[in-house]
Nanobody
Framework: QVHLVESGGGLVQAGGSLRLSCAASGRTFSTYMGWFRQAPGKKRDFVASIRRSNGDTYYEESVKGRFTISRDNAKNTVDLQMNSLKPEDTAVYYC???????????WGQGTQVTVSS
């Protein structure tokens, strides 16, 4: 079992920045760590992921150039730096671990990000 705890969500104005962090504990040897998000009334969507071994990163098209994912294997953490935030980025953001770049096996409880216009 893997336990994931997110932090860093909040309310920010459009154009602003937030940094999300996630700490993993338990059986923390999944190949990838990443982030998904779910906006009100919408399905949960992939945002970004990173391969733990070599740092290869993957991003959903709308966040490329604005979001940066990073990891610290020694601390079993993954961060998501979000810049130039837009109202459409408003969602609950979930930390994940999984066997591939776009698949999640374990989920955190989620952290709310709200971007005001």
């Amino acid at each position: 079992q893997v336990h994931l705890v997110e932090s860093g969500g909040g309310l920010v104005q459009a154009g602003g920045s937030l940094r999300l962090s996630c700490a993993a504990s338990g059986r923390t040897f999944s190949t990838y760590m990443g982030w998904f998000r779910q906006a009100p009334g919408k399905k949960r969507d992939f945002v970004a992921s990173i391969r733990r071994s070599n740092g290869d990163t993957y991003y959903e098209e709308s966040v490329k150039g604005r979001f940066t994912i990073s990891r610290d294997n020694a601390k079993n953490t993954v961060d998501l730096q979000m810049n130039s935030l837009k109202p459409e980025d408003t969602a609950v953001y979930y930390c994940t671990t999984g066997p591939s770049s776009f698949a999640a096996e374990y989920w955190g409880q989620g952290t709310q990000v709200t971007v005001s216009s």
